[in-house]
């Protein structure tokens, strides 16, 4: 058997930073949306904040002029599989085809971090997105904001779990393949008023605590926390 420590530094993901400056990492999955996306980032502007987007190849693809915008803002864009599908379901052959395709569509301005559908991974397909050079990024914080419609609940969801080097999830897009899957109506994948009002609370909350910045600056800040993250429960 392997002692524990060294799985997570073998095969864990990355969940956080251990890190004494006062700063986090606010992420965004299942983008690019043409609505959505052009908001967040106004709002990010406006704060002066950095965050990374992790973006299906599928629908970047459709949007590529949204994918070059959010690079240009000075942003980090992920890869987020292609077509959102649960990487452990996939034979290996359709899960390197997967990454390595939203990997060609999202070029040039793709940094090698991926994060599974749903959160969702196994020893195999961890393995596979690490072959492919990709570090694999978790979250450590969350706002529900696939299911909860409530901004004050996200907001205050968020701000209960807040610590320096945290990374935090949030969706500028909810992948119809959510519905069924934590995602309880169309609605919610549709509407995604709630999650900027909760963000836009969120970023005037965190002014002169916090200072958001990109994944691979928050790893370059601190050591990462890496953890054994295999069937994660949420959503991504």
């Keep these: 058997m392997f002692p524990l420590k060294f799985l997570r530094r073998l095969v864990g993901s990355i969940i956080r ?18 609505e959505t996306t052009p908001r967040v980032i106004k709002l990010l502007d406006r704060f002066e904040a950095k965050a990374t987007f992790f973006m299906i190849g599928e629908t970047a693809d459709k949007y590529s002029n949204l994918v070059r915008m959010v690079s240009d803002a000075g942003h980090t864009i992920g890869n987020h599989s292609w077509d959102h599908k649960k990487m452990p379901l996939l034979p290996r052959h359709q899960r390197l085809a997967s990454i390595w395709k939203a990997h060609t569509t999202l070029q040039p301005y793709l940094q090698r971090l991926f994060r599974p559908p749903f959160g969702e991974q196994n020893l195999a397909s961890r393995i596979d997105a690490s ?27 968020l701000m209960s779990n807040l610590s320096a080097g945290s990374i935090v999830l949030l969706h500028d897009r909810l992948h119809e393949k959510s519905l069924g899957y934590g995602v309880a109506s169309k609605d919610l994948v549709i509407d995604r008023e709630p999650m ?41």
């Design 17 to 34: 930073v251990d890190t004494d400056k006062p700063i986090i990492a606010l992420t965004f999955d299942d983008g690019p949306d043409p």
């Design 131 to 157: 072959l492919l050079g990709y570090q694999v990024v978790g979250w450590s914080v969350h706002g529900n904001d696939w299911c909860e419609r409530n901004p004050r609940i996200i907001y205050e969801t």
């Design 196 to 236: 900027l009002e909760a963000l836009e609370l969120f970023l005037h909350r965190i002014q002169g605590r916090y200072s958001l910045v990109t994944i691979p600056e928050l790893i370059r800040a601190g050591r990462p926390h890496r953890g054994l993250w295999f069937h994660q429960t949420g959503q991504s």
